[in-house]
C-alpha cells in the first residue's frame, strides 16, 4: 500500500461541474462521453462524482451516455489478449453467458461507463458486444433498436446519436478511444464479415 500522497489535482464535484462548464456544456444537450477517471486525479468521491458531476451540468433536461461495451461475449478463436487453448474452444462458445443488458459487465470501458450502466434509471441497448447506456429524456429513444447485425452502424445508437446532434466529449482519454469513428468506418464499402455471440431468445439461449 502507497503512503505518497496523490498528485492531484484534487476533483470534487462542484470544481468538476465547472470545468465541464468552462469546456462548454450546456444544459439540456445529449452528450457521449468516453473517459479516463484516472486521469482527471484525485476524484473526491471516485467515478460516481464524475457521473453526478456530470448530470449536474446537462440538467434534467440532458441526456449522457456512454459507451458499455462487452466484447468479451465472442468467439474464442478470434481472442488474444490473452488467447485461449483451441482445446477450450468448444466448451468457451457452449458455455458464454447469453447477454443481459441488466447485469453483463462492460469489458475495458473503464469505470465511469460502469457507473452509469449500474445508475438508478440507466437504460442500455441490446447489442450483446457494443451496448450502450444512457441516463436522461433521450435515452430510450437512442437505444432503442439496435441491431444485433449492426455493431456500431445506421441501427446503432451512433446513428442516432448523430442524427440527434449529439456532442462527444474525450473526459481523460483520446481520439482512440472515440467509438464515433467507427460510424464513420461502416458508411464505407466493404465486404461483411462474421460475428457471433450468445445471447437470449424467446427459443432459450443461442
Request: hydrophobic share 40%.
Amino acid at each position: 500500500m502507497s503512503t505518497k500522497p496523490p498528485a492531484g489535482p484534487l476533483c470534487t464535484r462542484a470544481s468538476l461541474a465547472t470545468d465541464l462548464q468552462a469546456l462548454g456544456l450546456r444544459p439540456g444537450e445529449t452528450l457521449l462521453v468516453h473517459s479516463s477517471l484516472s486521469s482527471l486525479g484525485w476524484v473526491c468521491g471516485g467515478a460516481g462524482v464524475v457521473v453526478t458531476a456530470l448530470l449536474d451540468v446537462l440538467s434534467g433536461e440532458g441526456t449522457l451516455v456512454v459507451p458499455t461495451h462487452s466484447g468479451d461475449n465472442s468467439d474464442p478463436v478470434s481472442w488474444g489478449n490473452p488467447p485461449v487453448p483451441e482445446a477450450w474452444w468448444a466448451d468457451v462458445r457452449a458455455s458464454m453467458p447469453p447477454y443481459d443488458a441488466r447485469t453483463t459487465p462492460t469489458r475495458g470501458m473503464g469505470v465511469i461507463p460502469e457507473t452509469v450502466r449500474n445508475w438508478p434509471g440507466a437504460v442500455r441497448s441490446g447489442h450483446p458486444q457494443t451496448s450502450f447506456a444512457a441516463l436522461g429524456p433521450r435515452a430510450a429513444a437512442i437505444l432503442d433498436g439496435h441491431a444485433l447485425d449492426c455493431q456500431l452502424g445506421e441501427q446503432s445508437p451512433l446513428a442516432r446519436l448523430e442524427e440527434g446532434g449529439a456532442r462527444i466529449l474525450l473526459l481523460g482519454a483520446g481520439f482512440d478511444s472515440c467509438t464515433a469513428f467507427h460510424l464513420a468506418e461502416y458508411r464505407v464499402a466493404a465486404p461483411l464479415v462474421d460475428n457471433s455471440f450468445a445471447v437470449m431468445t424467446p427459443q432459450g439461449r443461442r
